[in-house]
């Protein structure tokens, strides 16, 4: 069931095709039942809808259902896709997957829909930073308390492992800490001014991609760092943060020539977002760093983003993303999609997982 079928979910359901033979070499054999959205109607259909027809059908602007068919809230259309599919979530096969808008004062509806659908017997799978970032504990639990999987690797860094790779690959190991450049905008406009374009072009340009937000706030004063650290806080450091608790500075009073005297010095600032755990507090922050060129974070360009995780046994290790899109926040729902056929295929209950 998707709800949401905006860039990321009509990306997402062309990959389902393009990947069927892995996934069925995984086992598994995929049918979207229903789609929800806000302005481009609804559909519910158990036997399964054509979806890639579907989203061609929005590009061209049309709907994927009837207006008639868009009353009530995404949440009820999430019930009534539950209880239609029922003899599926019993047996652990139905699964929610929310690409709904971000909203980044309260995380809403985002939230109410990851809660019917765990409520409905669905796993859920999402790429909207608002659950994690607001609700991560309160969902993890209800989730383990539903014995369905609750997976957000698309919220941070699109595609590239960060929360997979640190549930996965870690046994054993405390994560202290991290920092790191999560937002493209913000170091494309950096680097677009060291280059000598001028702040409002290169936010332009990111607006004209579809990468920055309509409202340029959004990147440009950090809110949507704070949201990505807020989520790895509460996901790596067991924190239990908003993004409003997140300190935060934003780059607008960033000028030329204090990224040129940076420079001068063999430095460079970065927009760089961080967190560490002190005793039983986890301190998170966003704020402009002048840092010496041989600090990787120093090192990265344009849309690059990259995360420094510190660990008790590891020491410190970086995943760095040189490449974003679509197809790669798409794979990121994708393999999510995967990791809860493992664990049916397993047979076991998703543990609830905490640092
Ligand atoms: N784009 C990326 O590269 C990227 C990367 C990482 C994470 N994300 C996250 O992934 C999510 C989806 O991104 P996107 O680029 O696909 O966004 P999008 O193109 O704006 O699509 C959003 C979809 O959600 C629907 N929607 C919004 N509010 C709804 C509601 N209350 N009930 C039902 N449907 C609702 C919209 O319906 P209408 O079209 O009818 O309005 C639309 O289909 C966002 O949370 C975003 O932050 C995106």
């Given at each position: 069931?998707?709800?949401?079928?905006?860039?990321?979910?009509?990306?997402?359901?062309?990959?389902?095709?393009?990947?069927?033979?892995?996934?069925?070499?995984?086992?598994?054999?995929?049918?979207?039942?229903?789609?929800?959205?806000?302005?481009?109607?609804?559909?519910?259909?158990?036997?399964?809808?054509?979806?890639?027809?579907?989203?061609?059908?929005?590009?061209?602007?049309?709907?994927?259902?009837?207006?008639?068919?868009?009353?009530?809230?995404?949440?009820?259309?999430?019930?009534?896709?539950?209880?239609?599919?029922?003899?599926?979530?019993?047996?652990?096969?139905?699964?929610?997957?929310?690409?709904?808008?971000?909203?980044?004062?309260?995380?809403?509806?985002?939230?109410?829909?990851?809660?019917?659908?765990?409520?409905?017997?669905?796993?859920?799978?999402?790429?909207?930073?608002?659950?994690?970032?607001?609700?991560?504990?309160?969902?993890?639990?209800?989730?383990?308390?539903?014995?369905?999987?609750?997976?957000?690797?698309?919220?941070?860094?699109?595609?590239?492992?960060?929360?997979?790779?640190?549930?996965?690959t870690l046994p054993a190991a405390t994560i202290t800490g991290f920092r790191g450049?999560?937002?493209?905008?913000?170091?494309?406009?950096?680097?677009?001014?060291?280059?000598?374009?001028?702040?409002?072009?290169?936010?332009?340009?990111?607006?004209?991609?579809?990468?920055?937000?309509?409202?340029?706030?959004?990147?440009?004063?950090?809110?949507?760092?704070?949201?990505?650290?807020?989520?790895?806080?509460?996901?790596?450091?067991?924190?239990?943060?908003?993004?409003?608790?997140?300190?935060?500075?934003?780059?607008?009073?960033?000028?030329?020539?204090?990224?040129?005297?940076?420079?001068?010095?063999?430095?460079?600032?970065?927009?760089?977002?961080?967190?560490?755990?002190?005793?039983?507090?986890?301190?998170?922050?966003?704020?402009?760093?002048?840092?010496?060129?041989?600090?990787?974070?120093?090192?990265?360009?344009?849309?690059?983003?990259?995360?420094?995780?510190?660990?008790?046994?590891?020491?410190?290790?970086?995943?760095?993303?040189?490449?974003?899109?679509?197809?790669?926040?798409?794979?990121?729902?994708?393999?999510?999609?995967?990791?809860?056929?493992?664990?049916?295929?397993?047979?076991?209950?998703?543990?609830?997982?905490?640092?």
């Open positions: 069931v998707l709800v949401g079928f905006g860039n990321v979910a009509r990306r997402f359901v062309r990959l389902l095709e393009e990947k069927r033979v892995p996934l069925s070499l995984e086992g598994l054999d995929t049918r979207v039942v229903g789609i929800a959205t806000r302005r481009h109607g609804r559909v519910l259909s158990p036997g399964g809808v054509d979806a890639v027809m579907l989203a061609g059908r929005v590009e061209s602007g049309g709907a994927v259902g009837p207006d008639t068919d868009t009353a009530g809230t995404a949440a009820t259309f999430i019930r009534e896709a539950a209880r239609r599919c029922a003899a599926a979530a019993r047996q652990h096969r139905l699964v929610v997957v929310e690409t709904t808008t971000l909203d980044i004062a309260r995380g809403q509806p985002a939230i109410r829909h990851v809660r019917a659908a765990l409520a409905g017997g669905a796993h859920v799978i999402t790429a909207n930073k608002g659950p994690v970032a607001f609700a991560y504990r309160a969902l993890a639990q209800a989730a383990t308390r539903a014995d369905r999987s609750f997976l957000f690797e698309g919220a941070v860094m699109d595609g590239i492992p960060i929360f997979n790779l640190a549930r996965e450049v999560v937002n493209s905008t913000t170091n494309y406009i950096l680097t677009s001014m060291e280059n000598g374009e001028t702040f409002d072009a290169a936010l332009a340009s990111m607006q004209r991609a579809g990468i920055a937000e309509a409202d340029a706030s959004f990147d440009v004063d950090g809110w949507d760092a704070a949201a990505k650290t807020a989520a790895l806080a509460n996901v790596l450091l067991g924190a239990r943060l908003t993004p409003a608790g997140v300190e935060r500075e934003g780059i607008r009073d960033i000028t030329a020539d204090r990224l040129d005297t940076a420079r001068a010095g063999g430095r460079r600032i970065k927009l760089v977002a961080s967190a560490e755990r002190s005793g039983r507090q986890v301190r998170a922050r966003v704020a402009p760093m002048e840092l010496p060129s041989d600090d990787l974070l120093a090192g990265l360009d344009g849309q690059q983003n990259a995360i420094i995780v510190q660990t008790d046994v590891l020491g410190e290790f970086a995943v760095v993303q040189r490449g974003s899109g679509l197809t790669q926040t798409a794979y990121a729902l994708l393999a999510d999609l995967i990791t809860v056929g493992r664990r049916m295929q397993r047979g076991s209950a998703p543990r609830r997982w905490r640092r």
